[in-house]
């Protein structure tokens, strides 16, 4: 009997084109998202009146990444200027990712392919979310994680 070739992953990758060009900060004509829940937030920054600004993926972050030992450069999936309840504007940087993937795995017995791939995901995302931490401390930013629980509102780490 002959194995069936694998169906093609449907994928949550495209391009995204703003109703609101001039409140992108950087290329309005070359915006990619990766996921659906990138899509989603990209909608909302377009149209939320209370977003004045936002770039995805257009600023690196420096760090070093323990699970293989080197530098390497991190972009943060949004920065976004938004209006302050105080009127003050506050500059956010957001990263969206799985709620699965903000919880550190735990230890079990049996060393599987898929746990380590785990705790190296966790190992790499904690390096990478301590250097964006850092580098918003730094500039009197904020650093949260959307994840698909808060996808609309935005839940700190």
């Known amino acids: 009997m002959r194995d069936e070739p694998k169906k093609p992953r449907k ?13 992108y900060k950087g290329d309005p004509t070359n915006i990619v998202y990766r996921s659906s829940w990138e899509h989603k937030v990209m909608r909302w920054l377009d149209s939320n009146s209370a977003i004045l600004q936002w770039a995805s993926e257009e600023i690196i972050v420096p760090y070093y990444d323990p699970t293989e030992g080197r530098n390497r450069r991190y972009f943060p999936d949004f920065v976004v200027v938004a209006k302050g309840a105080n009127g003050k504007n506050r500059i956010l940087m957001l990263e969206v990712k799985p709620e699965a993937q903000t919880i550190e795995p735990k230890i079990q017995k049996r060393k599987t392919e898929r ?43």
């Not at 391009?15 to 060009?21: C, D, G, L």
Request: with cysteine; hydrophobic share 30%.
């Open 11 to 23: 994928t949550n990758k495209g391009r995204f084109t703003p109703k609101n060009p001039k409140k």
């Open 115 to 157: 746990y380590l791939t785990e705790v190296k995901t966790w190992g790499t995302n904690q390096a990478k979310w301590s250097a964006a931490r850092e580098y918003c401390e730094m500039r009197g930013w904020e650093f949260h994680l959307v994840t698909e629980k808060s996808i609309f509102g935005v839940k700190k780490r």
